[in-house]
């Protein structure tokens, strides 16, 4: 069990610019949750897979971020035209169907400049 | 408008003292719920789940969950200064869905 992974760990964009991050979950689990966290806050989440299939998604989701999980295995989040205020630790967690303890990854950290 | 209340402190506590870290929540029918322990610049570790009102206790950690007064609390005995960290609370109102997490409290434990 190599634990939840995400790559990059660091990176540094334009404003403007498309990033894609990747994240890896533990191999047995099916739920992966993406989260976004700022200084002094706690995780605020993104969106939600079960298997391939996105089953939640929060409403404070700009359309410039698109997340997918093809083949129930990993998923990458996308953000489109990033702007100064997407600088953030990106968060990706996974949990089974019949633990709901989700375990996070290393995190992704995001600057935007 | 589900929310996970904390009270960010910080929180001094000396080393050998109990420290005492509490959360609120307003969904009444929240299922589950889980402390992590965040050091800055990492990533929230999972520390103790409870799922069942009473105490739960792991090693130096007791989380405790009363779901009448929807409070879930954790008491870590014998604090060191490696617990110094930012203690995050988060609740499963359902099963199958995401965690909602407070903002945190910060604990800062004196040699």
């Known amino acids: 069990d190599t634990g939840v992974s995400q790559d990059p760990r660091h990176k540094i964009t334009k404003r403007g610019q498309n990033v894609t991050f990747r994240c890896d979950p533990i191999?047995?689990?099916?739920?992966l949750y993406w989260y976004r966290q700022t200084l002094g806050q706690g995780p605020e989440f993104l969106t939600y897979f079960q298997n391939e299939a996105q089953l939640e998604k929060s409403r404070l989701l700009s359309d410039r971020f698109s997340a997918e999980r093809p083949k129930g295995s990993f998923s990458t989040l996308e953000i489109q035209r990033t702007e100064q205020g997407d600088s953030a630790m990106y968060l990706c967690?996974?949990?089974?169907?019949?633990?709901?303890?989700?375990?996070f990854g290393q995190g992704t950290r995001l600057t935007v400049v | 408008q589900k929310e996970v209340e904390q009270n960010s402190g910080p929180l001094s506590v000396p080393e050998g003292a109990i420290a005492s870290l509490n959360c609120t929540y307003s969904?009444?029918?929240?299922?589950?719920f889980f402390w992590y322990r965040q050091y800055s610049g990492k990533s929230p570790e999972l520390i103790m789940s409870?799922?069942?009102?009473g105490d739960k206790e792991d090693g130096r950690f007791t989380a405790q969950l009363n779901k009448a007064s929807q409070y879930v609390s954790l008491l870590i005995r014998d604090s060191q200064p490696s617990d110094s960290a930012t203690y995050l609370c988060?609740?499963?109102?359902?099963?199958?869905?995401?965690?909602?997490f407070g903002k945190g409290t910060t604990l800062s434990v004196s040699s």
């Open positions: 988060a609740v499963n109102h359902q099963a199958g869905t995401a965690l909602i």
């Open positions: 969904d009444r029918v929240s299922q589950s």
């Open positions: 191999s047995e689990h099916n739920r």
């Open positions: 967690a996974s949990s089974s169907t019949i633990n709901t303890e989700a375990f």
């Open positions: 409870i799922y069942s009102n």
